[in-house]
């Protein structure tokens, strides 16, 4: 049976709540958790941040439920309006400085594109989810770039560095936008060489749906324990995928490094082995030990993705 439209949107909104809050709770090496944070940024902070995305999310999904509707365009939808708001709200609620720009620019999307997809029972048909997804992001506007552009100035990430084409940090960048009338989905195309984020924008979210997804479900399945699936998943990512936000503040052979260790732990069983289990604490600790250098911050936004994912598609703790 078809849920109504506005709730609809309110569903979509407590799933994406839902799947930052199981993510950020989960004790993942070198990331804040429940037990331990970095100086000025604490798991309340999050906590804060995810609570304030929740109405940004039934916006999004609301803007989507009008489109399968015929109500509006897809390009009309406003996408980087609604991150540039939520990031900015965020701000506002916290003051531990950039908690969840990677995450709201990877749930939004998804966002709209479950407004876009028929659900029965509140489940969502992933397969589906994922071509609106496509179709959501390829339609993004010039003005949706200059939106999220501000949004990343908003946050100021850590380790941002300079880009060699459209850098966010460049006044310039935003006249060119648009006067070239370049939309948000050509400068993430630029941007996703170096930032796993984008890459998943412009390649229809891979790492999200091909891996990290189903093995969270495997996981989930095979662990009957979430802070163990979401562990595993997170290492199984942070091997195969070196963590880009790493890569921007250390270089990319510290971040493949990290990559390396998170494969040891993996290899030794994880948290389902003593030596796995004191493998993983000796991790966290070499990832901790230079403050927030190795906060493998692009593999926490991916697993809060795949958790959403999860959520949509019917799991309940």
Known sequence: M?????????????????????EISADKPGNVNLIVGFEGTRYEHFLASAVVAEPYFEWAAERGVEVSRGEILVSDVGLGRII???????????????????????????????????????????????????????????????????????????????????????????????????????????????????????KNYPITFD????????????????????????LKILAEYPDTFVARKTGIEKAREVSAMAKEVLKLGGLETSRGRKRLREFDHELRESSNLLNPGTTADIIAAALALTVLSGYRP
């Open 211 to 234: 891996v990290a997804y189903p093995f969270l479900i495997e996981q989930i399945r095979k662990t009957v324990d979430l802070n163990m699936a979401i562990i595993h998943t997170f």
């Open 84 to 202: 540039k708001d939520c990031v900015a709200d965020i701000n506002c609620w916290q003051r531990g400085g950039n908690t969840l720009l990677g995450t709201v620019i990877l749930l939004s999307p998804i966002a709209v594109a479950a407004g876009m997809t028929p659900t029965e029972e509140n489940v969502f048909e992933i397969s589906k989810l994922r071509e609106n997804l496509k179709f959501v992001v390829e339609s993004t506007t010039p003005e949706d770039a200059v939106d999220v552009y501000e949004a990343i100035k908003i946050a100021n990430p850590s380790g941002l560095g300079k880009a060699l084409e459209l850098d966010v940090n460049d006044p310039n960048s935003i006249n060119m936008i648009r006067k070239e009338k370049i939309p948000l989905y050509d400068t993430f195309t630029i941007a996703s060489e170096y930032d796993t984020v984008c890459s998943e924008w412009v």
């Open 2 to 22: 078809q849920i109504a439209p506005r709730k609809k949107a309110k569903h979509i909104s407590n799933c994406l709540e839902l799947a930052i809050l199981f």
